[in-house]
């Protein structure tokens, strides 16, 4: 490898790059659909139990609010995959995959807002105490921190 090619990155043509980032995309896409499909289904059947009924005005609609944005969520993680067979074959992989890109991180912003609401709605189902707001903003400060804030702060450190 030259020394160009070390400072430059990987010596690849804009497809090859476009189908390395596709790939890269879709393991991460992957791990984000199956959390939030299975979050999504179970969300779906709660207003079936019989403890919905007991559920005060507020709650039901917390419960509400966070099956809307687990729908939302599961929309825009299997989005990049249904961009990608719509576009398939059309010379377009690279723009392809900014905009997969862009809807994994619409995804993932839907997917923190569900998991908080849906997190809200659960203690304060089983605490009915005045903690379960700072217990939940605790844990979305951390989701934050986890999928946000290191990921910039590693990219800004260690980016040329």
Request: net charge negative; with cysteine.
């Amino acid at each position: 490898m030259t020394e160009q090619e070390e400072r430059t990155g990987r010596d690849e043509t804009e497809e090859e790059r476009a189908d390395r980032r596709w790939l890269e995309l879709i393991q991460e896409v992957r791990v984000a659909q199956t959390g939030v499909q299975i979050l999504f289904g179970f969300l779906l059947t709660v207003v079936f139990t019989t403890k919905y009924d007991t559920l005060d005005d507020t709650d039901q609609t917390i419960y509400i609010v966070t099956v809307i944005l687990g729908a939302a969520a599961t929309g825009a993680l299997i989005g990049p995959v249904s961009l990608h067979r719509v576009v398939s074959g059309r010379r377009i992989k690279p723009q392809a995959v900014d905009w997969a890109s862009r809807l994994t991180s619409v995804g993932l912003v839907l997917l923190l807002a569900t998991m908080a609401s849906a997190l809200l709605l659960i203690l304060r189902v089983a605490m009915d105490d005045d903690l379960v707001p700072w217990l939940v903003a605790g844990v979305v400060v951390w989701y934050v921190v986890c999928w946000f804030v290191l990921p910039l702060w590693t990219r800004r450190r260690y980016t040329e």
